[in-house]
T-cell receptor, first 114, second 114 residues
Framework: NAGVTQTPKFRVLKTGQSMTLLCAQDMNHEYMYWYRQDPGMGLRLIHYSVGEGTTAKGEVPDGYNVSRLKKQNFLLGLESAAPSQTSVYFC?????????????FGEGSRLTVL | AQKITQTQPGMFVQEKEAVTLDCTYDTSDPSYGLFWYKQPSSGEMIFLIY??????QNATEGRYSLNFQKARKSANLVISASQLGDSAMYFCAMSSRAGYALNFGKGTSLLVTP
């Protein structure tokens, strides 16, 4: 039972390079989310999706783009990476059936921008 | 706007003792959910316990209980009989209107000593 899978787990980029983080879930969840975690800041919501073909901005969306072309996948893109985007990125999913929906998290992707 | 506050950056507890991790929240929504997650040094996010705003009784899950005081807007996590494996970061979170994404506090680092 894979749950939520993120690839890659680690990546080092140079400033200005682009990359895409892939999140895949096998729980048939409608809702998916991308968070970033920085020391002392907790987790902050970047973008989220409430269904296939939909995306919406979270708390810290600048510098990121997302796509949800298939229900099971949620992609996070960095078009021109900056050192401020060095962080651990978490993908999560939920059934989205109200406030009681537990989020299921991937293992995280550690990104370093030099 | 919703806000989660965890005022204890770090806590120590001796093995087999109980410990309370504080969490206060602010929201104008009548319906909301409160969650606690554990993040061990390996980095994954582990769901511990959930409390709904309309739940009359405090939530319990094994050694974890949530001390929910609605009027004071607090949702403290109580861990009974601490174990060495409880050493981790603990995050309090609240479901938001943004696709039921969770707003996280900054976390409390718990160290359990022999």
């Amino acid at each position: 039972n894979a749950g939520v899978t993120q690839t890659p787990k680690f990546r080092v980029l140079k400033t200005g390079q682009s990359m895409t983080l892939l999140c895949a879930q096998d729980m048939n969840h409608e809702y998916m989310y991308w968070y970033r975690q920085d020391p002392g800041m907790g987790l902050r919501l970047i973008h989220y999706s409430v269904g296939e073909g939909t995306t919406a901005k979270g708390e810290v969306p600048d510098g990121y783009n997302v796509s949800r072309l298939k229900k099971q996948n949620f992609l996070l893109g960095l078009e021109s990476a900056a050192p401020s985007q060095t962080s651990v990125y978490f993908c999560a999913s939920s059934h989205g059936q109200g406030v009681s929906g537990e989020l299921f998290f991937g293992e995280g992707s550690r990104l370093t921008v030099l | 706007a919703q806000k989660i506050t965890q005022t204890q950056p770090g806590m120590f507890v001796q093995e087999k003792e109980a410990v309370t991790l504080d969490c206060t929240y602010d929201t104008s929504d009548p319906s909301y959910g409160l969650f606690w997650y554990k993040q061990p040094s390996s980095g994954e996010m582990i769901f511990l316990i959930y409390q709904g705003s309309y739940d009359q009784q405090n939530a319990t899950e094994g050694r974890y209980s949530l001390n929910f005081q609605k009027a004071r807007k607090s949702a403290n996590l109580v861990i009974s009989a601490s174990q060495l494996g409880d050493s981790a970061m603990y995050f309090c979170a609240m479901s938001s209107r943004a696709g039921y994404a969770l707003n996280f506090g900054k976390g409390t680092s718990l160290l359990v000593t022999p």
